[in-house]
């Protein structure tokens, strides 16, 4: 391999799946799946040159063939699972599984108006992860009216092993169940588990993670594409039998607020042109190549009238990239969970300027669909970085430097009639191509072939590197988020950290964990629940404001039911920092475990 690396990246992994293989050889079931799940996401964050491999796949199909009979060792205390009740409807009867759902993103939105879109089936959702950020409290209300209006049920996994939950899976979709649409991270492994044997109904995957390695493969009788790029994966590097596509569902018939209305709530001069761009941070980090926030501040120096905002990033998370490109006109609005302020920020733009090095392709869409004009990225080396639809053939064209981009933002910056004739002819094709009623005719075609296709689990074949440009162009913009050896380091460091944490606190505890938010709502503290510290309705809530505010906050905890506390590693120098809380904690209760790894307080003595 040229691409070091890629070539670095690839070797980790193999190292991971050589343990994945030992465990399963030894009989070691719940640590196959756990290396399984680390492999899988390792090669997620860090591309390998691979999009799914057999070799991990396979051992997870094995395992979920033997799901009833090692079940009685994963469940020792024999309770029985109860079966949720899902709806005696005559309508389809159609099961959504995801890991998590949240209040921003377009994953959960997803979701949600697939069920309100689709009014002829009922609609139910189960959710696989055990994290504490999976409360009832912050799953989204709009979700539960959704699932709610449409007759389903919501589904919470119990906090339970791997095994134990992909059971209860199998036990829900064999009960009442049309039809399962996957909405998984590519890293849950409780899906292949539930649906390893041919007695479920057919399984779609529903692809929002295209450009990423993911599990999965093995137990999709269909996956679900919005882009060309997308469906080539799929087909060539994924080992898929068959790819639908599904455009992205866009209400084209709802009122919009008009631009003026849009900019009273905004409170923005008529006189301003705003420019808008949406991503998350991370898609913005420049490489060698691409550097956004460097173009933003040549078209705002040339051009006085306009305004750039950034929905998506605040100004903490980019001000090590601005660097001489910080701009007074530049402005990081951060992540917007009030759909009604987010579409004020589309309906009031006057240009949509695609993120890059890496897009975001329902962004661009909602802005279209507002009738903003989009600009897309330069000299993309590879579509899977970038914005792609159908309603944008024929549109818009791709400029090949940062110069001419710059040169073409200033002039439908200047041009008023032709950034609004642009934004016409946008909207129109967005219109065409993801309104209810076309997504509606694309998704008859999928219920149809999955209806006349019986579930087929099966093996798929193991996957070597390859270096192709997608590879390199993914593993350029993963680099400048992780380094390979460190982030293994991290996650051999932490799952060894779960190894105690499962040493000293029994099933069914519920712990305070002090990670400083570090650690992630992965699902891996199985069967116990997690509490951030601080905690507002169970999302961690910052740093306490002293050693006072500190202790009454675990005291408040151990009230609610909290009986361990666990100091993560990248959260020590709080021992040190709230000294106060320290010396507490250490007089009052008895500390059963310290290492370089965690620090384990029992609040029960």
Not at 467 to 492: A, C, H
Request: proline share 5%; with cysteine.
């Amino acid at each position: 391999m040229k691409d070091a690396v890629l070539r670095e990246s690839s070797r980790i992994y193999e190292t991971i799946v050589q343990d994945v293989l030992h465990l399963r050889q030894r009989g070691d079931l719940e640590g196959a799946l756990r290396r399984i799940q680390m492999a899988a996401k390792f090669a997620w964050l860090m591309p390998t040159g691979r999009y799914a491999d057999g070799r991990l796949e396979n051992v997870a199909l094995e395992i979920g063939h033997e799901l009833d009979r090692i079940l009685p060792r994963a469940n020792p205390q024999g309770h029985t699972l109860q079966r949720p009740t899902l709806p005696a409807d005559r309508r389809r009867k159609v099961l959504h599984v995801a890991t998590t759902v949240n209040d921003v993103g377009g994953h959960t939105r997803l979701i949600a108006n697939w069920i309100r879109n689709d009014r002829e089936s009922c609609h139910s959702v189960v959710i696989t992860a055990t994290w504490i950020n999976q409360g009832r409290s912050v799953i989204p209300d709009w979700l539960e009216g959704a699932v709610a209006g449409s007759g389903g049920s919501l589904v919470r996994l119990p906090s339970d092993g791997v095994v134990t939950r992909a059971h209860r899976l199998r036990e829900i979709v064999q009960a009442n169940v049309d039809m399962v649409m996957l909405h998984h991270h590519p890293s849950d492994v409780v899906p292949i588990l539930a649906f390893a044997v041919a007695w479920c109904p057919p399984v779609a995957i529903v692809d929002q993670a295209a450009h990423l390695f993911w599990l999965g493969s093995s137990v999709a009788d269909v996956v679900i594409d919005d882009t060309p790029t997308a469906k080539w994966l799929s087909e060539n590097r994924r080992f898929i039998p068959r790819s639908l596509h599904l455009p992205l569902p866009l209400d084209t018939q709802s009122p919009r607020m008009t631009r003026e209305q849009a900019r009273a709530q905004l409170r923005l001069p008529e006189d301003q042109v705003m420019l808008l761009s949406v991503g998350s941070a991370y898609k913005y980090i420049p490489t060698d190549t691409h550097n956004f926030y460097r173009a933003a501040g040549m078209v705002l120096s040339k051009n006085p009238e306009a305004h750039l905002y950034i929905v998506g990033v605040d100004w903490d998370e980019s001000k090590e990239y601005l660097r001489q490109a910080k701009h007074e006109r530049l402005h990081f609005v951060g992540v917007i969970a009030d759909p009604d302020v987010y579409q004020s920020y589309q309906s009031a733009a006057d240009l949509y300027l695609e993120g890059f090095p890496s897009g975001s392709n329902t962004a661009l869409l909602e802005g279209g669909l507002a009738g903003v004009c989009p600009v897309l990225s330069f000299g993309v080396t590879s579509p899977i970085l970038a914005s792609e639809d159908v309603a944008l053939r024929g549109t818009i064209d791709r400029v090949s430097t940062e110069e001419e981009y710059v040169e073409t933002v200033g002039a439908l910056i200047r041009d008023k009639e032709q950034r609004e004739r642009r934004g016409d002819l946008v909207r129109a094709r967005v219109v065409e191509c993801h309104s209810i009623e076309e997504w509606n005719r694309h998704l008859s075609v999928i219920y149809r072939c999955l209806e006349e296709t019986p579930h087929t689990p099966h093996r798929i074949p193991d996957a070597r590197s390859i270096e192709g440009q997608d590879d390199v162009s993914l593993s350029q913009v993963s680099r400048l988020l992780n380094d390979p050896e460190s982030l293994w380091t991290w996650m051999s460091m932490l799952d060894a950290a779960l190894g105690d944490i499962d040493a000293v606190i029994p099933h069914g505890e519920t712990l305070i964990l002090v990670d400083e938010d570090d650690w992630g709502s992965e699902d891996f503290l199985c069967g116990r629940c997690c509490v951030p510290f601080l905690e507002r309705d169970g999302r961690y809530w910052g740093a306490p404001e002293d050693d006072e505010a500190a202790i009454r906050e675990v005291h408040r905890l151990r009230q609610g039911g909290a009986n361990f506390m666990v100091f993560a590693w990248p959260a020590y120098w709080w021992l040190d920092h709230y000294s106060g809380l320290q010396a507490h904690l250490r007089s009052h209760f008895a500390c059963v475990l310290e290492n370089d790894r965690v620090v384990v307080f029992d609040l029960r003595r």
